[in-house]
């Protein structure tokens, strides 16, 4: 398990994408995403992080087709001095907050928060990120790790991760694939990107 402090260490850029897609107590998902953003921003410069980047918000059709009404996304960076467990505690406090219950992969939501990467952290090891990253899209649907991955390991072949992604972290390089944001962005199909637009 990764340390819960990085002790002497400088503080590594954390990058957490941001999701909605259902109204939360009567709110809107744009509306959700920023009372949840206030939230993790407040948590963040207490514990000692800082440079806060938010992207613009897009509209995304929900993954997998069909599954909901369209997602509102965003992502969001920032330096964050502590663990990651620790900052994962926190997103998953935040989700609570909303109403967020992960009983099924890929459902209709009313807040999704992911940690996608944190400096050129890998966990729990290559060959372990490498299991969860070739799984097919059934599989990963269906399975849910016990444990902390990182980077997240579906983020290089999702639009709407990479597109708002581009717009806080462009020159972010995965520490496995070796590949900045915008590479990986310029890399995705056209349909994966096409219907994915700025609010």
């Not at 965003?74 to 609570?96: Q, Y």
């Not at 983020?155 to 390089?173: H, K, Q, S, T, Y």
């Amino acid at each position: 398990m990764a340390q819960a402090f990085l002790s002497n260490a400088e503080p590594r850029k954390a990058l957490v994408a941001l999701g909605s897609n259902l109204p939360v107590e009567g709110q809107a998902p744009r509306v959700v995403l920023d009372r949840a953003i206030a939230q993790l921003r407040d948590y963040v410069t207490a514990q000692g992080g800082g440079d806060f980047k938010l992207s613009q918000f897009y509209r995304t059709p929900a993954f997998p087709a069909g599954s909901g009404p369209d997602f509102v996304n965003a992502a969001i960076s920032f330096d964050w001095p502590l663990g990651p467990n620790l900052l994962l505690e926190k997103l998953h406090a935040i989700e609570a907050d909303f109403g967020r219950s992960r009983l099924q992969r890929w459902a209709a939501r009313g807040l999704d928060l992911d940690l996608l990467g944190l400096g050129n952290l890998v966990l729990p090891d290559p060959n372990t990120w490498q299991v969860w990253a070739n799984l097919s899209t059934k599989e990963a649907q269906s399975r849910a790790p016990d444990q902390l991955i990182l980077p997240h390991p579906r983020m290089a072949e999702r639009g709407f991760v990479l597109i708002p992604l581009c717009d806080v972290a462009p020159n972010w390089c995965h520490p496995i694939l070796g590949e900045t944001v915008s590479e990986l962005r310029a890399k995705l199909p056209p349909e994966e990107c096409r219907e994915i637009n700025p609010l």
